[in-house]
């Protein structure tokens, strides 16, 4: 009798699979704080991205400099778990390039993703992106590098439909500052804060086109920072709007008191978690036809919501079934 399907194989077929990364993207610039970083990767399990920062973490006149300790780090036993990307300059600075010849170069087997910022057109996301992984198969290390792109102004904004589109891209970045600054004194500065940041239409809307565009390309949508870096309950408070009102399933960190609330708030709810498990496991028995399960139907189209559940929940921390957690992912 044939091992019963594992739903990767059974419900992905024909279709792009949904990127399963952490729920928590922790920005650090310089050495020291990567290097903090990473230790605290190694207490709280693979919970968390760490981007190492070129673009506001080197100096001026030391972008070499700067790009080539990103690299040593990476490539140390340090980096234990390979979650670890950078974020480069952005298209109109003279070192972009530079950057990506350095970090794709020397770390491209490791790096988890290259994070681009400023764009302001599908046009620059796109020659970004070639030239990254033009780089990673120059230097033969046979992988696609999964790229990150910022939205943060109001040509990205308008072609974000388009740059989810493009090939390699995994996350969809939204930043507020930026977009902020970008309107010239029309919005607020409270809208680069709570209340703010939820409720200014402009801003609102913004948001909700980002998450939509990558949704629709089986992107993930990132939310930006939380610019409160003591009170951990505001920080859970933001990330829990953002991951419920508005559909991002990823959030910035800029102080590492963020990290722990941001997951809290992003990881799924645990009772869902167990009923996920059963209700996977009774229809890989019926080889993923469709179950009746507490008095429901279930069939493949739910399937597909509780098994991206389930890898989510590994992602964040979640305990999920022990019967579960072995038929699915030992």
Known sequence: MPAPAHPKDALFAGEKPFPVIPACEHFAGSEKLILKALELQERLGAVFDITCDCEDGAETGREKAHAEMIVGVLNSTANRFAMAGARIHDYTHPHWKKDVDILVGGAGKVIAYVTIPKCTSVAQAAEMIDYIQAVSKKKRHKRVVPVHVLVETHGALHDAWEIAKLPSVQVLDFGLMDFVSGHHGAVNASAMRSPGQFEHPLIARAKTEVVAAALAHGVVPAHNVSLDLKNSYN???????????????????????????????????????????????QAQAANWGPIQFDGELHDRATYRYFWELLQKARVTGVKMPEEAARAFFD
């Not at 990823?250 to 799924?268: C, E, F, L, Y």
């Not at 009772?271 to 996977?280: K, Q, S």
């Open 235 to 281: 920080v859970f408070r933001d990330a829990w709007r953002a991951r419920t009102d508005f559909g991002f399933m990823r959030m910035w960190s800029i102080h590492p008191a963020q990290i722990p609330p941001i997951v809290d708030a992003m990881k799924p709810d645990l009772n869902e978690v167990a009923v996920a498990g059963a209700i996977l496991l």
